[in-house]
């Protein structure tokens, strides 16, 4: 079982950064991954990233979010550059052993944080 701790959420304008962190009771084998939701939309994965460091995007943020973590300090990011308003939703860090460690099954996994909320304005 692990715990997920989300942070740094806030407000950006259009084209501005913010870095969203996670801290994990432990990040063992899990892929930990980044999900979010806006009201009226489908949730979304939006990356993955496993121990070794291999990494998967959602389309949508490709080239714009980078998602890393700190092994000795248990801890997920998701740097956040060039938002757009369609960027706002609730973020979600979330956990689980899967194989592959892709986008596409973060909705799926076990483990979830409280959430933190990104608004970005135009």
């Known amino acids: 079982q692990v715990q997920l701790v989300e942070s740094g959420g806030g407000s950006a304008q259009a084209g501005g950064s913010l870095r969203l962190s996670c801290a994990a009771s432990?990040?063992?084998?899990?892929?930990m991954g980044w999900f979010r939701h806006a009201p009226g939309k489908e949730g979304e994965g939006v990356a993955t990233?496993?121990?070794?460091?291999?990494?998967s995007f959602a389309d949508s943020v490709k080239g714009r979010f980078t998602i890393s973590q700190d092994n000795a300090k248990n801890t997920l990011y998701l740097q956040m550059n060039s938002l757009k308003p369609e960027d706002t939703a609730m973020y979600y860090c979330?956990?689980?052993?899967?194989?592959?460690?892709?986008?596409?099954?973060?909705?799926?996994?076990?483990?979830w944080g409280q959430g933190t909320q990104v608004t970005v304005s135009s």
């Open positions: 979330a956990a689980d052993y899967a194989v592959p460690c892709t986008v596409v099954i973060v909705g799926a996994f076990g483990y």
């Open positions: 990233i496993v121990r070794n460091g291999s990494t």
């Open positions: 432990k990040f063992s084998r899990y892929c």
